[in-house]
DNA sequence: AAGACGAAAGTGGTTGA
DNA sequence: TCAACAACTTTCGTCTT
């Protein structure tokens, strides 16, 4: 837990539970995620001024895939190794240094760039610095395989983002990966595809659970609300209401109804419109919803308590 | 008047021959 | 590679609050 929040901005709860995973910091009472983008303080910096610093400092710069060398640099051999070779080797050696500077400044540049556009791009989407870090591994990779190669460096950096976020379970959606990067839904979607299946990343499919409290605080909904719907999911899953349907629909769909029973009702629109789904999709999985777990009980409970 | 509901037609993606 | 298919969207008309 950052020792900058200690209370709800929205509330003053204390009740702020920190998931490391996720990087947020949400506050139990009122379901408001108080900080996203969570920053690592426990890396050892000490001010040094600079005649000190190369005596004292006990470590390097972290390695980082957010450098385009990772922090870390790589040529092939020194001349110092020269003289055990016969000059056909030598010719070779040459050569051989050549090729390995010409691409890895290709590849450089082109991360360089890549790099700056990611950082964007996440900073942007507030994604925390551990997914951040991941994309850009996937990026690194993918640009060593030349998996750019025929499409837009822009649409890699934003397949990797969302690979990155699926595999920390940070959810983005697609349309906010689009609207961030400019690249289109499907190119986005295409890419996503394509790299994780070169480079044989495997993927959980996404789980609704997972875009609860970030839909749940944009909604301003309370705890209760959102642990309901996350109960919701749960009976909804294991009525199988869940397979094969676009888990932001149920999401949504699951936030809509515990919001009714809890008497805080959003219209289906605003719903819709923060999860990025249309009410017919919200319509069509809460009917199931209804249909298989009757919570229509729950909901008239609520209205009559209202009349009183 | 606004929201909820449902039907019908259209879109993009997956799957299996 | 093509057609069938399911999920989701768009659009629009009707009912409810």
Known sequence: MSEFVKKCPECAGINLFLNKEKGEVI??????????????????????????????RRTGAPMTYTQYDQGLGTEVGQKADLYKLGSKDKNKFFRLRKWQYRISTAIERNLKLA??????????????????????????????????????????VAGSLYAACRRHEVPRTLDE?????????????????????????????SNPADYIARFASSLKLSAETQSKAVEILEMAQKAELTSGRGPTGIAAAALYVSALIHGEKRTQREVADVAGVTEVTIRNRYKELLEKLDLEKEIKKTKKKKKE
């Open 27 to 56: 506050c139990k009472d009122c379901g408001l995620v108080v900080e996203e983008k969570m920053v690592d303080f426990t890396q050892e910096w000490r001010d040094l001024d600079s005649e000190e610093s190369d005596r004292k």
């Open 115 to 156: 790099l700056a556009e990611l950082k964007r791009v996440s900073s942007y989407l507030k994604l925390p610095k551990s997914v951040e870090e991941e994309a850009a591994r996937i990026y690194t990779l993918a640009v060593q395989r030349g998996l750019v190669r025929g499409r837009s460096m822009e649409s890699v």
């Open 177 to 205: 990966l689009s609207e961030a990067s400019g690249i289109e839904k499907k190119e986005v979607g295409r890419t996503y595809r394509f790299v994780t299946r070169e480079l044989g990343i495997t993927i959980l499919p």
